[in-house]
């Protein structure tokens, strides 16, 4: 008879504790099923399938439902490469279903893979190398550090290659032969690729845990699922997926017990993802401060409506002698822009808190005034001029279209108001819709960059929900496209390489920015010169990419400049902006002439301004000051630099320090514009800035700051609960800014202005 004793168990249990599955009596939440008949079903057959059946079965796969299936092995065979690429040359993946390809941890393995993967809609690559004792001593010999490094150069390959190759792609690891693996060092290998891979919330990783060799009773396998799902790093980022075998005909029962111990199984249509989350509170938010924020109040948003509705009535044109529907007239008059400003006086008023009269700006935060006939005004008596306006006789004076050759910035409003014409909704519903629609264009370019920032995601999204950006980009200010170029070229910023495809679309944000408000923007174009040359994997050189960038930003900015000319109408001589005082040539000789000067102009300016990072709560035509928003934003904006603390969040000493070097000339530059294009000459202090100018400053100062206290604090705060913070905290931060912008305008008390 066969003596039993020498045999032992194969499998390595973990420590008691690990079993919480076992309260559970079934299965809460269905899991995602990946097909794998493709290649492991393949492999189970006498004669494998031909390239026509293996065709044909997968059209079957897709037809039953399946959403992720594994195509096979690319790189074993010319038969499993030549069916991938059939499947993605002839269109045959549906854009909902995901292909999974499995490679070896070896160079030219996983560089068949990725060609044989180009094309397709989404693809997850699954490398792997085997970890359990038995392969570790019997087949490579090797000791644990060196199996471990085997996955880690794997890794390291596989994240260089995904940038060398162009795709949707998602990464899957696994430790092979799990089951015959002593589970802390299973998880050690896996943490060990996960520190390469980086995997955030909304690009997660999968770590497959299979049954390779059915060792153990299903229950044993429960315990390891569950102790790997409690030990895993970034867990919030990674999808647990099982593999299970039927050697010991349980390979039912542990797949089940595996997902009440913590499996996911591929579920990748569950992941919280944090661009579509912070999206999603951009544009409610937004949607908030649309209607919050009374119609022309957005400073000069009185041309950019008219503008706006030039265009959305085909008004490709320019001419000051056209004019506008009759309820257009009424709007404008019945909304002066600067409301607050138009419903004073002389510009004094009494402080409510001190009662002292003092000038406008310091106590013209009413929501209420008395207007000079002695009678209380509000925004609410403005609406109500409007929408009698059919009955009375009294005629408004008549707008003309005002100096703004625009047309790019302004094309979403201009759909949004074609929209609402459409619908009957007159010259109010035209400005509305035009509001909503510049906002879904800022959420897509703000979702374009929090999809792209691979670094320092919270400061990104608190400066996109700060209350004074969600202002602009639900106005109807060119501001609202040009705020989100800006966000996504310093998105594109925080990678570590960039290649073809990265540089293009900074370079169309650039250029977009250049011809929406030019000049001033070519300082855009010498930013990406802050990579390194290993960095820089682009067909072009660096000089010669930012050669082109400047080239195609000029030759719109010129563009737009001759159109402008050409379709002009009856403008006659343009009066310069700011009057007859201003004169371009004149001031700039003056800065030259007297550059000490200068500099006392810019603090001064600084200093009077609150730095305009005490301005964040400025609203209106900077006559509606929220104080509660200016005192609390830097201490947000410094919450959002401390969530950004986790080491890989870090952008680098060099790069951060060339991007501190480009804020500081960037805010200089923009206070100079101001001073040549819209100050008189000489004058002590600079005419016209708005802190909205600085947004993109204030994110590069977050930025900074955050790398100083990553020094100080050294905190052990990941970049995914970093993240999951900051949707918390900037989301609520945005909704109160919203009520109390409405609260202002609408609700707020009675403040004497006029006497």
């Not at 501001?479 to 990265?502: F, S, V």
């Not at 300016?605 to 200016?630: C, H, R, V």
Request: glycine share 8%; aromatic share 12%; hydrophobic share 45%.
């Amino acid at each position: 008879m066969m003596d039993a004793t020498k045999y032992a168990p194969g499998y390595y249990p973990v420590p008691a504790g690990y079993d919480s599955w076992v309260k559970k009596d079934h299965i809460e939440k269905a899991p995602a099923w990946c097909s794998v008949d493709l290649r492991d079903g393949n492999q189970a057959l006498i004669v494998p399938m031909s390239l026509e059946e293996k065709l044909e079965f997968f059209q079957m796969l897709v037809k039953i439902g399946f959403k992720e299936i594994e195509v096979g092995f690319p790189a074993a065979s010319e038969t499993e490469y030549e069916f991938l690429r059939t499947l993605i040359e002839k269109n045959m993946i549906p854009e909902d279903v995901t292909v999974q390809v499995l490679t070896q941890c070896r160079d030219h393995i996983f560089r068949r893979t990725f060609e044989a993967v180009k094309g397709a809609p989404r693809a997850v690559i699954h490398f792997y190398n085997s970890t359990s004792v038995a392969q570790r001593e019997q087949v490579f010999h090797k000791s644990k550090e060196e199996i471990k490094k085997i996955a880690t150069d794997g890794a390291k390959l596989v994240k260089q290659l995904s940038q060398e190759y162009e795709g949707n792609f998602l990464f899957e690891y696994s430790p092979e032969s799990f089951t015959g693996t002593e589970v802390d060092y299973a998880v050690d290998v896996c943490n060990a690729v996960l520190d390469i891979m980086q995997p955030t919330p909304d690009r997660p990783m999968i770590i497959n845990l299979p049954v390779t060799v059915e060792m153990s009773m299903p229950h044993v396998y429960a315990n390891q699922i569950e102790y790997c799902d409690k030990h895993l790093k970034y867990r919030d980022s990674v999808i647990i997926s099982t593999h299970p075998h039927n050697d010991r005909g349980t390979g039912v029962a542990c797949a089940e017990l595996a997902v009440l111990a913590g499996a996911a199984a591929l579920a990748l249509r569950q992941v919280r993802d944090f661009a579509k989350k912070g999206a999603a509170c951009i544009l409610l938010c937004g949607v908030l401060f649309a209607f919050a924020n009374p119609p022309m109040q957005t400073p000069d948003e009185t041309d950019h409506y008219l503008r706006t509705y030039a265009i959305s009535m085909g008004r490709f044109d320019f001419d000051a002698q056209r004019g506008y529907p009759e309820d257009v007239d009424e709007l404008v008059a019945a909304f002066p822009g600067a409301w607050v400003n138009a419903h004073t006086s002389a510009g004094l008023g009494t402080d409510p808190d001190t009662h002292a009269e003092q000038p406008f700006n310091s106590a013209g935060y009413a929501l209420k005034q008395y207007g000079k006939d002695g009678r209380v005004e509000s925004i609410r008596d403005s609406f109500e001029q409007y929408l009698t306006w059919l009955y009375r006789d009294s005629v408004p004076q008549r707008v003309t279209e005002p100096v703004s050759f625009l047309i790019l910035p302004f094309l979403p409003g201009a759909l949004g108001m074609a929209l609402a014409r459409l619908f009957g909704l007159g010259a109010l519903g035209c400005l509305y819709g035009g509001r909503l629609v510049n906002l879904l264009a800022h959420t897509a370019l703000c979702y374009a960059a929090l999809r792209s920032a691979h670094k320092c995601r919270p400061a990104f999204l608190c400066i996109m929900l700060m209350p004074m950006s969600l202002y602009m980009g639900a106005s109807l200010s060119y501001d609202a496209t040009l705020l989100g170029c800006y966000y996504l070229m310093l998105a594109l910023l925080t990678w570590d390489e960039w290649n073809d495809k990265t540089a293009l679309f900074y370079a169309l944000a650039c250029v977009f920015a250049n011809g929406t408000k030019p000049y001033i923007n070519l300082l855009w174009v010498v930013l990406p010169l802050i990579l390194r040359k290993s960095e820089w994997k682009v067909r072009f050189s660096r000089a010669v990419y930012a050669v082109l960038t400047a080239a195609g930003a000029l030759a719109l900015t010129l563009g737009v400049e001759q159109y402008g000319t050409l379709l002009r109408h009856n403008y006659g001589a343009i009066a310069r902006q700011g009057g007859t005082t201003v004169n371009g040539g004149a001031q700039l000789l003056f800065v030259l002439k007297n550059p000490l000067r200068y500099i006392a102009v810019l603090l001064g300016t600084l200093y009077e301004n609150d730095g305009f990072l005490g301005q964040l709560g400025l609203f209106g035509w900077k006559d509606m000051p929220i104080a509660f928003i200016s005192i609390t934003a830097p201490p947000v904006l410094l919450a959002a630099a401390m969530l950004c603390t986790a080491q890989t969040d870090t952008l680098g000493r060099r790069r951060m320090g060339w991007l501190g070097v480009f804020g500081l000339v960037y805010a200089v530059g923009a206070m100079t514009a101001m001073y040549i294009t819209y100050t008189p000459v000489g004058m002590v202090r600079i005419v016209g800035l708005q802190t909205r100018y600085f947004l993109p400053v204030w994110l590069l100062l977050v930025l900074a700051a955050a790398a100083v206290l990553r020094r100080v604090l050294a905190p052990r705060l990941t970049a995914a609960k970093g993240e999951a913070l900051a949707v918390t905290l900037c989301g609520w931060y945005a909704f109160a800014g919203a009520v109390l912008l409405f609260q202002h305008y609408f609700v707020g008390p009675v403040y004497t202005i006029y006497k």
